[in-house]
């Protein structure tokens, strides 16, 4: 089986990488790919994936797979799937395939989908912090300093949800353009409306794949019933089953 699994991002992915790769013969990346996507418009090296971990189930060599090396988890999880025996399960984890489902389902039914909805004002604040761009107090007074001189802008944060020239937000050039974007006017108003996007379009796939497309809360990835049925959407057999801890990020305390 393929798996991706999909969510706005700070909505427990992590952790369902993690319940998916403790599966015997199972590799799942968590975005295996960033730079070479966008949000809209690169179904290319999505759909090479699928094909690519067709092959692989199929018993080709996984090192033809395409991977972000740059990315040291994702050179981790590509190491691990070259020195394994046999794949029975692999995939990706990744909010930016969230508009090539439909081109991803019509080119393989081997493909199951897997949306994690996270509370939105729980997401909301999680992106706020994980968007701040952290220094230590002494650099952040030396940074503004060097502002100051230099007469360029001092960033305090980064705003993948509304587009703009990096004199406010710092730009970045892999993540600003997986994300869609949105009127703002604030960058906590676009994360809101990022959110409401989402989840309008998930809901939507749902209906039009109930067999194949699946939303999950969050808060069930760490119960052992909902792992069950996660895992046998996943053609997991219930002899092969392995459960565990999977949160990475205690989502109601920490983010």
Known sequence: MIVIGLGTGRSGTASLAKLLNAQKGALCFHEMNPSCVRFHGTPHPILNAIDEFQAILNGSDPSLLTVDLGRGVAAK??????????VRMVGDIAFYYLSY??????????????????????????????????????????????????????????????????????????WDKCFPKFPGPTRQIAI????????????????????IFRIVPSEDINIKAHQAELLDFCGIAESDRVFTDAHIHRLATKE
């Not at 999880?77 to 046999?86: G, S, T, V």
């Open 192 to 211: 809101e409306q990022y959110w409401d996007y989402y989840y309008e379009e998930a809901e939507k796939l749902a209906a039009k794949y109930p067999q």
């Open 101 to 174: 489902v439909e081109a991803i389902a019509e080119r393989n039914p081997n493909v199951r989908f897997i949306c994690l909805k996270r509370d939105k004002a729980a997401t909301v604040k999680s992106w706020l912090r994980k968007s701040e761009i952290e220094r230590w107090p002494s650099k952040r007074i030396a940074d503004w300093i060097g502002a100051l001189i230099t007469r360029e802008p001092f960033q305090r944060s980064r705003n993948f949800w509304m587009a703009h020239d990096g004199t406010q937000w710092r730009l970045d050039p892999i």
């Open 77 to 86: 999880a590509y190491d691990r799937l070259c020195a394994m025996q046999h």
